[in-house]
């Protein structure tokens, strides 16, 4: 049977992250909690060493700017172990209850919070009291009013703070993003995007809805939503959404098919669909009235790959945790403009998924989506 993680490694996706579309969450980072690093290299703690903490720690083996230099856990089991592996000091390994601790120590810059999402409000925010920077995983909250209270924590407390959107970084999406913004498509007309898969395990957290916020949507639809948004360049302006549920006992508690279709002020229309109950969705289309591009698979680890009216794309595969953290390390240590995949944009995405929640709870009807 197909598991979550050979949907990943079959589908990929990209983002680009774009001068345009820069979304710049925060002031200069002001934390005073934050020492210059002489070694310029980003030194990063990961909070929650699951399965995803675990690939992004691999991943930053091959980093040329980034290095794992601290770790988070309530099992002290894994603290031994990942400790061993990545030679971690004893002093920089912490629990979820002496995370204020961090403060103090030097050498740690920035934490990755990788913890089931419905947890990300409460250790974002923990993060930032502590004057770290803060990374964390998709989806960035429950809701939009959660990730304002984020931005809002991190602002206050001068650090950055940024969504693990790793497509950002991946070279054949940032391709698609370049083509759009020179012009290449024309005028983006449609868009179709899907993302989903087979869950597992009836008793894992994705299928909880204290832990996870929501179901199929939250998880991987929420690439369909960003793919729409750097697709077209654009923030919707409404929503409508169906769901369908076909296994009503495995998915009591979160949502297990959607479909939804986004309207843009351009008049440019998405229509998305995400499940938790097949596999095989993972594709992107975008159709504009001088050129297309088609990335499948779109959102998965990779490889990415995909064709333009120009012909075949031929970017480099390349490692996107790997690559995502060598960006945000440059972007942090060299003070570069920040890429699109800050909070705002994590925020941004929110929006959308509390409108598609409210489309279905009122039958479908035409959401308007609020705005940043
Ligand atoms: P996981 O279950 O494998 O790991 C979660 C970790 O959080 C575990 O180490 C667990 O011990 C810890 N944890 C701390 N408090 C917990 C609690 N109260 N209940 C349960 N676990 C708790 O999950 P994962 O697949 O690593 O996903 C973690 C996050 O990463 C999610 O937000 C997910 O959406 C995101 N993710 C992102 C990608 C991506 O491609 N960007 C891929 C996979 C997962």
Redesign the pocket.
């Known amino acids: 049977m197909s598991t979550r993680r050979d949907f990943?490694q079959n589908i990929t996706l990209g983002v680009g992250f774009t001068a345009m579309a820069q979304s710049l969450i925060s002031p200069a980072a002001a934390s005073p909690f934050i020492t210059k690093n002489p070694a310029q290299k980003l030194r990063v703690a990961i909070m929650?060493?699951?399965?995803?903490?675990t690939?992004v720690a691999e991943a930053m083996e091959k980093c040329q700017m980034a290095e794992l230099t601290g770790l988070i856990?309530?099992?002290p089991a894994?603290a031994e172990a990942w400790k061993k592996k990545y030679n971690i000091a004893d002093k920089n390994i912490y629990n979820?209850s002496t995370v204020s601790q961090i403060r103090n120590n030097p050498d740690i810059d920035v934490v990755y919070v990788?913890?089931?999402?419905s947890?990300?409000h409460k250790h974002v925010i923990q993060v930032a009291n502590a004057g770290k920077h803060v990374i964390c995983?998709?989806?960035v909250a429950d809701n939009a009013k959660q990730a304002r209270e984020m931005i809002a924590a991190c602002d206050k407390a001068g650090v950055k703070f940024y969504v693990?959107?790793?497509l950002h970084f991946e070279p054949h999406t940032r391709e698609v993003i370049r083509m759009r913004e020179a012009g290449e498509f024309g005028k983006v007309m449609y868009m179709e995007n899907g993302s989903g898969f087979k869950i597992g395990d009836p008793t894992?957290?994705r299928l909880k809805q204290e832990?996870a916020g929501g179901g199929a949507l939250m998880?991987v639809g929420i690439y369909c939503i960003n793919g729409a948004r750097y697709g077209t360049g654009e923030e919707p302006t409404w929503v409508t959404a169906q769901e369908v549920k076909t296994d009503p006992v495995k998915f009591k508690e979160v949502d297990e098919t959607m479909t939804f279709q986004l309207g843009f002020p351009s008049g440019a229309i998405a229509n998305c669909s995400t499940t938790y109950n097949f596999n095989g969705l993972g594709s992107l289309r975008l159709i504009g009235d001088k050129g297309f591009a088609q990335l499948d698979p779109a959102f998965g680890?990779g490889p990415i790959k995909g064709r333009t009216h120009k012909g075949p794309l031929d970017q480099p595969v390349v490692t996107?945790q790997t690559a995502q953290m060598d960006g945000l390390a440059d972007c942090i240590l060299n003070n570069k403009p920040d890429p699109n995949m800050t909070g705002v944009e994590g925020l941004k995405d929110m929006l959308v998924i509390d409108a598609i929640y409210e489309s279905v709870r009122q039958g479908g009807k035409k959401i308007m989506i609020k705005k940043v």
């Open positions: 990943l929650g060493l699951g399965s995803y903490g690939r856990t309530g099992t894994k979820y990788i913890t089931p999402n947890l990300h995983e998709k989806p693990g959107y790793r894992q957290w832990l998880d680890y996107h």
